[in-house]
């Protein structure tokens, strides 16, 4: 097994602050370039902070992306949401480009958390559709 040290990510050491005041970019904030905002498809998930509902969330995001990697789901998006007209909201949404994002699942419309096996089989169907979903699909008929 190989050595957790051989595998990691370093921090920027004084060498490569060095460098950067030499004129290096690589970490230079002005010379980054920031992602897409909403890149198609994606997921946004809001969720009431006040619940505590931050690791259903991260399971969600996790999941989905597990289900369905990029690039057919190229970002995911994690809201905290934290005041009295949010309470106790979970929502799903998915943005497809050329359209303002659909809402996949409202935990108050809905009375409940989402299933995994049916958010997974509701995305699909806009971003997917003739992917199987193996154990998590409907059963034909």
């Known amino acids: 097994m190989a050595d957790s040290a051989d595998v990691s990510c370093p921090l920027p050491s004084e060498q490569d602050n060095v460098e950067q005041a ?12 920031p992602p ?28 989905l992306f597990l289900t369905f990697p990029p690039p057919t789901l190229k970002a995911i998006s994690i809201i905290p949401l934290n005041s ?3 309470g106790g909201r979970f929502r799903v949404w998915l943005n497809l ?3 303002p994002p659909q809402l996949m699942w409202d935990r108050k ?3 409940g958390f989402p299933e995994l096996k ?4 509701r995305i699909r169907d806009h971003v997917q559709p003739g992917k199987s979903l193996g154990h998590s699909d409907k059963k034909s008929e």
């Open 118 to 121: 049916g958010l997974k089989q």
């Open 109 to 111: 419309i809905e009375g």
């Open 22 to 33: 030499k004129g290096n970019s690589a970490l230079d904030s002005s010379t980054f370039i």
């Open 36 to 63: 897409v905002p909403l890149a198609s498809p994606s997921i946004i998930i809001e969720f009431c902070d006040r619940c505590r509902w931050l690791h259903r969330a991260t399971w969600v995001s996790t999941e």
């Open 97 to 99: 480009e050329g359209s």
């Open 84 to 86: 009295e007209e949010t």
